[in-house]
């Protein structure tokens, strides 16, 4: 499958601040998207998904917005905390899953006290 | 409900070995796929499972394998062991891969030496 990609390695954010990581895919098959939070030694933990059929979907102090046009997609966690402290990647998968998910190169969240 | 639990979470192989990797599924949860995680190649999919059927092949070598049982706990294989094959090896479980949330477990460190 085509790769799904993040913009940034690495964003530093303030405790309490609004953080918001992007990601760029490039199938435009695409029709289901997931963010994933990793912690240093564990595996991706589901943070929320969103299919090709909506522009935005809210969970719990995160969002997810999805811009089909320009194939874009973010993640937008509000007031950060420390437990935010990941790698999150994006995640696509396409094609009834024929190429499982594909996953961007994820985006290092470091909170700054 | 208990979440993916992947077993053995660590181990130490030699070159030429081959390694059995285990995964049994949220409950409930018939699709059963696998990734392979480096620090150079990021996360990459493996093969995905449904109904002991294996459904979906990533681009790896045949020397990777794996099988899903009747009750959807998986397991790998790993044949004649590489350096390369250092990874974090993670199961994923979902009610269908395709448009469902797909839950990781913890993974299982592989270190070949």
């Known amino acids: 499958g085509e790769s799904v990609g993040l913009h940034l390695p690495t964003l530093s954010v303030q405790e309490g601040d609004n953080s918001i990581i992007n990601c760029a895919y490039s199938n435009s098959a695409s029709d289901y998207f997931i963010w994933y939070k990793q912690e240093s030694g564990k595996g991706p933990q589901f943070i929320i998904d969103?299919?090709?059929?909506?522009d935005k979907r809210q969970g719990q102090r995160v969002t997810v917005l999805l811009n089909k046009t320009v194939k874009h997609l973010s993640l937008q966690i509000a007031a950060t905390q420390p437990g935010d402290s990941a790698v999150y990647f994006c995640a696509e998968i396409s094609g009834g899953g024929a190429d499982g998910l594909t996953f961007g190169k994820g985006t290092h969240l470091i909170i700054q006290p | 409900k208990a979440g993916v639990t992947q077993t053995p979470r660590y181990l130490i192989k030699t070159r030429g070995q081959q390694v059995t990797l285990s995964c049994s599924p949220i409950s409930g949860h018939r699709s059963v796929s696998w990734y392979q995680q480096t620090p150079g190649q990021g996360l990459q999919f493996l093969f995905e499972y449904f109904s002991e059927t294996q459904r979906n092949k990533g681009n790896f070598p045949g020397r990777f394998s794996g099988r899903q049982f009747s009750n959807s706990r998986s397991e790998m294989n790993v044949s004649t062991l590489e350096l390369g094959d250092s990874a974090l090896y993670l199961c994923?479980?979902?009610?269908?891969?395709?448009?469902?949330?797909?839950?990781f477990g913890e993974g299982s460190w592989l270190t070949v030496v």
């Open positions: 994923a479980s979902s009610t269908d891969i395709s448009g469902n949330t797909i839950y």
């Open positions: 969103i299919r090709s059929n909506m």
